[in-house]
């Protein structure tokens, strides 16, 4: 089960900005272990939206911006498109006693009103 | 140009072992900060890591998962290999490989379907 909670949900209309919290703890997001965005269109594999917390790969529009703190992330979506329709995963790194390995959040479903 | 690509069963029966194999192309797997993992996503649920090889054979696992994983890496052939043992209905999912160099997932392959029913 995912270890990074992020809202089910969030939506806005075209032009807006909407924004999708990403809730680590002290044994990921907290310990310093970067943050990574993908983006999922439906029936297709995710792809690389933001890496290294805030930097866009080549191709991302700088409407998706990423930011992190503390224990948290955040994906940003200004000017909505109904191209940004999709499902949204954060990932970060998470160490524990049990072991270490990636993680996933639990995933945001972006709606364009 | 980077690919990878999932293949194995689309349907196994409850407690048999599912192998899956990724091959891959564009890069090497000898390549030192390289490596190539799996994914699971259950439909209409979230994505989950199971596991992930590095260039040096340095093997990680899903803690929940890590009795019934196994993941090895032919060099020569590009391809990796995801065995999970005693499989059930909730296994049932699409199951990726990818590419990760630093920490994030640079390529996914297509995903292939996996059916977990009697």
């Known amino acids: 089960q995912s270890v990074l909670t992020q809202p089910p949900s969030v939506s806005g209309a075209p032009g807006q900005r909407v924004t999708i919290s990403c809730t680590g703890s002290?044994?990921?997001?907290?310990?310093?272990?970067?943050v990574h965005w993908y983006q999922q269109l439906p029936g297709t594999a995710p792809k690389l939206l933001i890496y290294?917390?805030?930097n866009r790969p080549s191709g991302v529009p700088d409407r998706f911006s990423g930011s992190k703190s503390g224990t948290s992330a955040s994906l940003a979506i200004t000017g909505l498109q109904a191209e940004d329709e999709a499902d949204y995963y954060c990932?970060?790194?998470?160490?524990?006693?049990?072991?270490?390995?990636?993680?996933f959040g639990t995933g945001t479903k972006v709606t364009v009103l | 140009q980077i690919t990878l690509k999932e293949s194995g069963p689309t349907l196994v029966k409850p407690t048999q072992t599912l192998t899956l194999t990724c091959t891959f192309s564009?890069?090497?797997?000898?390549?030192?900060?390289?490596?190539v993992g799996w994914i699971r996503q259950p439909p209409g649920k979230a994505l989950e890591w199971l596991a992930l090889?590095?260039?040096?054979?340095?093997?990680r696992y899903s803690p929940s998962l890590k009795s019934r994983l196994t993941i090895t890496k032919d060099t020569s052939k590009n391809q990796v290999v995801l065995t999970m043992t005693n499989m059930d209905p909730v296994d049932t999912a699409t199951y990726y490989c990818?590419?990760?160099?630093?920490?994030?997932?640079?390529?996914w392959g297509q995903g292939t379907l996996v059916t977990v029913s009697s």
């Open positions: 990818a590419l990760v160099t630093g920490d994030a997932i640079d390529y």
């Open positions: 564009g890069f090497s797997l000898s390549t030192s900060g390289v490596g």
């Open positions: 090889i590095y260039w040096d054979d340095d093997k």
């Open positions: 002290s044994s990921n997001i907290g310990a310093g272990y970067d």
């Open positions: 290294g917390n805030s």
């Open positions: 990932q970060s790194y998470d160490s524990s006693l049990s072991g270490s390995l990636y993680v």
